[in-house]
């Protein structure tokens, strides 16, 4: 059990367009979820909490208007990344909470932006 | 804020060997858990780790909670053990679950 999913598993996209990320969880509800953001051969960085009915909460430095987050379901959470430039470039990963177990992950979202 | 720290920051064993890698933590949590990434990214799941002792196979992990460190033991290590092993701790004083992750350990297990 505990199974997330993310698509898709990478996107190219030309600078100025931008880029849905879907994290579901299989198996089990999920009333938060979480966004992370890795670059190479660096740690995660956790970009923001998702809250299923409520608003995201962003980390400090992270854009919200940029990375638009929305927990539409208790197993559904999207990352759209608006306007996307070359520098926004990553690998992303969501995970999802589950009380007594922790976060389960996704397999990543590898985006590169051209 | 809170710091994790990992130790030692890379590692270079032969297969069979045994390793013992450590999780610094600077302030009360009350999560802990310890994930292997693999070459394509994926995070896998090894132990919820708060307080305690646990076993799972060839791995294992302790957290003395009250000295704020964990500890991830591997034995007989293999080549499919390579990877980055991360501990990521939940604090207390968020009242959320959100984790925050510590800097990393990079095994690479050789024939």
């Known amino acids: 059990g505990a199974v997330v999913s993310q698509h898709p598993s990478w996107v190219i996209c030309k600078s100025g367009t931008s880029v849905k990320i879907e994290c579901r969880s299989l198996d089990f509800q999920a009333t938060t979820m979480f966004w992370y953001r890795q670059f190479p051969k660096q740690s995660l960085m956790l970009m923001a909490t998702?809250?299923?009915?409520?608003?995201?909460?962003?980390e400090q430095g992270v854009e919200k208007d940029k990375f638009l987050i929305n927990h539409a379901s208790l197993t559904l959470s999207t990352l759209t990344v608006t306007s996307a430039h070359p520098e926004d470039s990553s690998f992303y990963i969501c995970?999802?909470?589950?009380?007594?177990?922790?976060?389960?992950f996704g397999p990543g979202t590898r985006l590169t932006v051209l | 804020g809170i710091q994790v720290e990992q130790s030692p920051p890379d590692l270079i064993l032969q297969e069979g060997a045994n390793s013992t890698l450590r999780c610094n933590f600077s302030d009360s949590v009350n999560n802990l858990q310890w994930f292997h990434q693999n070459p394509w990214g994926q995070l896998i799941n090894l132990f919820y780790i708060p307080s305690g002792t646990k076993q799972n196979g060839r791995l294992s992990a302790t957290t003395v909670a009250t000295e704020r460190y964990s500890l991830l033991y591997i034995s007989s290590s293999q080549t499919t053990d390579s990877g980055v092993y991360f501990c990521?701790?939940?604090?207390?004083?968020?009242?959320?679950?959100?984790?925050?992750f510590g800097t990393g350990t990079r095994l690479q297990v050789f024939p």
């Open positions: 998702s809250n299923e009915g409520s608003k995201a909460t962003y």
């Open positions: 990521a701790v939940s604090l207390q004083s968020y009242n959320t679950d959100k984790l925050i």
């Open positions: 995970s999802a909470a589950r009380r007594t177990s922790g976060q389960f």
